[in-house]
């Protein structure tokens, strides 16, 4: 995976505190309410939103709150126009990171990521700078039925459809391509996979390795302090932790 773990970041999502809730749920409607602009707000024929809704209740979500934001990309509720913007930028030691927004005044969202970029010696760059490191893969974190033997569950996911597997402490990424995503997906829950996240998700064609980072912990402080901002919904970087 790309950048730090995916699976930290939703265990940071499950454990989020009470005056962090406030922040994620905006972020999770803002994505619901994207996705549903772009694709309608019908979950059995919206992919996108089914999986952003999905994530929302992972999340413990109220379901008011999802059904407004679909309400909202539908043009109904709040005239407050969301768009999505995509920042491209470099941390400490060349670390190249993609930078997911969904925000209603680019203008002010602009200058807080410049911020905090600048913070840890980071800087924003040019369109395309950064965006030709990745390329779009659908990624799925699942954890394998119990008593299931790895190399069992490695054969079984290559089957599946899966492209590449990693082995987490806390279970398994696929990767797929995009078009494959929503089939291994539903693949995986009929062979009863727990299912933590997926999606299709910017990866990094090439890591940087420990040995090429100077100061490991600037640049995962760098990337959760980017996370952490409510108008930022997804990080990606070509560093490994």
């Not at 790309?2 to 803002?30: C, E, M, P, Y």
């Not at 005044?105 to 905090?116: A, D, L, M, S």
């Amino acid at each position: 995976m790309s950048g730090h773990s995916k699976w930290s970041s939703i265990k940071r999502q499950k454990g989020v505190t009470d005056a962090k809730r406030g922040t994620l749920f905006t972020k999770l409607g803002n994505a619901v309410t994207l996705a549903a602009r772009e694709g309608g707000g019908d979950p059995d024929m919206n992919f996108k939103l089914r999986l952003t809704i999905e994530k929302a209740k992972q999340a413990n979500m109220p379901k008011d709150n999802i059904d407004r934001a679909i309400k909202r990309g539908t043009g109904e509720g709040s005239d407050a126009r969301i768009e999505e913007v995509v920042y491209e930028g470099f941390g400490p030691d060349g670390v190249a990171i993609l930078i997911e927004s969904l925000t209603d005044n680019k203008n002010r969202t602009t200058p807080v990521i410049r911020g905090i970029l600048g913070k840890k010696n980071g800087r924003l760059g040019e369109n395309g700078s950064v965006s030709w490191m990745f390329e779009r893969r659908g990624v799925i974190l699942v954890q394998p039925p119990q008593n299931t033997q790895k190399d069992e569950v490695e054969l079984e996911l290559i089957d599946i459809g899966a492209e590449d597997i990693k082995e987490e402490p806390e279970g398994f990424t696929i990767y797929t391509t995009p078009e494959n995503l929503e089939e291994v997906k539903k693949a995986l829950e009929e062979k009863n996979y727990s299912v933590e996240y997926a999606s299709i998700d910017p990866v990094a064609k090439n890591l940087l390795s420990g040995s090429d980072i100077k100061n490991p912990e600037v640049i995962s402080t760098l990337l959760e302090d980017l996370e952490n901002n409510e108008e930022v919904t997804n990080v990606y970087s070509n560093y490994e932790s």
